[in-house]
């Protein structure tokens, strides 16, 4: 079996089924950042409920199943039009960053590319870098991905305060990993049945940029998408002759290497294949 860890994934919007079916596939980690609930919240409490649910009660569900788990705190870039509801729950952040599991700041960024999506994602980098935090990105989709990107990059770029390689810019796509890497960010290219990569599409590009700090996800939330995509990147790696440790390198020496840049990260693998 080839064991892997899912680097982007958020298991509260999936069934104990899925961690079962993950478990059977081989996965024994994953890191769950703060997402849109499926519908805006009315208010910050609603934040601190689920801030709550992810480094109190998810982890309990995932080691049910023998997966380790760990978190990003953030709100949402679907969220951050409300400049004034957003500030209100990064200054609840503060109290959660201490529970077990906390890896980082995330997923913040942009969502249509506003000025007030641009304030807040600039306030959370504000946060991370005043308590040393790790950073998850999410870029946009479809036809906002580049510019919000460059966007996102340069925003990066003018704190001088954060060091790159804390930093994966995720939601990656033939367009986007260059600049990211090239500025010298961790990336993650997330695999989704429809939008964003496939598993072959994300092969091809291992193919040509290599294994250095790129990862891969499968970002399942209440939307269309697949518990089980990095499996099936991992079929397709198989399929295509590479080696089992180049694969590992990207579904389970990565994210650790990743991870372990957070003095929180204290989950420690138990597997050797």
Known sequence: MSYYIDPHIHMVSRTTDDYKRMALAGCVFVS????????????????????????????????????????????????AEDVSLSREVIKMIPEFLDQPGVIGIGEIGLNKNTRNESIVFIDHLDLAARTNEL??????????????????????????????????????????????????????????????????????LIEQYGTDRIMVNSAGDWGHSDPLAVPEFIFEMKSRGHSDALIRKVVFDNPLEFFRQSGRFTWNPTVSG
């Open 135 to 204: 950073i998850l990105v999410h870029t946009p989709h479809l036809a906002d991905k580049y510019q919000g990107t460059r966007m996102i990059l340069d925003m990066i770029r003018g704190d001088g305060r954060i060091k790159p390689e804390r930093v994966c810019i995720d939601h990656v796509e033939e367009h986007t990993i260059r600049p990211a890497l090239d500025a010298g960010h961790w990336v993650g290219m997330t695999l989704y049945p429809i939008t964003k990569c496939t598993p072959a599409r994300a092969a091809d």
């Open 32 to 79: 769950e950042p703060a997402f849109w609930a499926g519908f805006d919240r009315s208010g910050p409490e609603g934040f601190r409920d689920y801030f709550r649910q992810l480094t109190e009660y998810e982890a309990k569900r995932a080691r049910a199943y023998g997966i380790g788990h760990g978190t990003w705190l953030c709100i949402n870039a679907k969220e």
